[in-house]
């Protein structure tokens, strides 16, 4: 079965911009997440779509990050504007039941 | 009660040695837990995963070790490889829940 994939793999911007990040999960997954890895650190979620309702967002700085599930498929987190402490890898992941499927992260850099 | 803690930080062996890497936690409705093993530049990829209705779980070299009394779980690399350096997250899932510990991460020398 193919992957969870994201795009873009790379991504530097100036602070106060805006960057947006896509992902495309495993068909039929009907679980995405979108987890934040600061270098050195695990994982930390953001944010958790059933189909295409947000089951859990209370981690997700709502001020300036935004993300959507539209069709209950695809995903786009956006940042708007950034800030120096939002360079990091964002990963975005699927699950049916238990175990996650990990795509390999957009590494965002804020200069 | 959400935290996942684990240790080491960092483990350095040699190849051939049995590394091992041991996780805590707090919360009981947690029911599965899985191991995540991430190299560079790549997402965490799923390991190994225990249920605590069982002690122990082998697959090939790893096993994980689960002490539900205690809350506490560890994984054990048998024979390690150059192969296996990569850095290691416990992790423990419940009610849609996914919590990762801090991180391991582990050298094997030639």
């Known amino acids: 079965e193919a992957g969870v994939a994201q795009s873009p793999r790379y991504k530097i911007i100036e602070k106060r911009q805006s960057v947006a990040f896509w992902c495309n999960p495993i068909?039929?997954?009907?679980?995405l997440y979108w987890y934040q890895q600061i270098l050195g650190q695990g994982p930390k979620l953001l944010i958790q779509?059933?189909?295409?309702?947000?089951?859990?967002d209370s981690q997700l700085p709502k001020d300036r990050f935004s993300a959507e599930r539209l069709k209950g498929v695809d995903s786009t987190l956006k940042i708007q504007p950034a800030k120096l402490e939002d360079s990091a890898v964002y990963l975005c992941?699927?699950?049916?039941?238990?175990?996650?499927?990990f795509g390999s992260g957009t590494r965002l850099t804020v200069v | 009660q959400q935290q996942v803690k684990q240790s080491p930080q960092s483990l350095i062996v040699q190849k051939g040695g049995i590394p091992i890497i041991n996780c805590a936690y707090e919360?009981?409705?947690?029911?599965?837990f899985p191991w995540y093993q991430q190299f560079p530049g790549k997402g965490p990829a799923l390991l190994i995963a225990?249920?605590?209705?069982?002690s122990e779980k082998k697959e090939g070299r790893f096993t994980i070790s689960f002490n539900k009394s205690a809350k506490q779980f560890s994984l054990h690399i048998m024979d390690s490889q150059p192969g296996d350096s990569a850095t290691y997250f416990c992790?423990?899932?419940?009610?849609?829940?996914?919590?990762f510990g801090t991180g391991t991460r582990l050298q094997v020398f030639p």
């Open positions: 992941a699927s699950s049916l039941h238990y175990g996650y499927t």
């Open positions: 068909s039929g997954h009907a679980t």
């Open positions: 779509f059933q189909n295409n309702g947000v089951v859990d």
């Open positions: 919360n009981t409705a947690f029911d599965y």
């Open positions: 225990i249920r605590p209705d069982v």
């Open positions: 992790a423990a899932e419940g009610t849609d829940k996914l919590i």
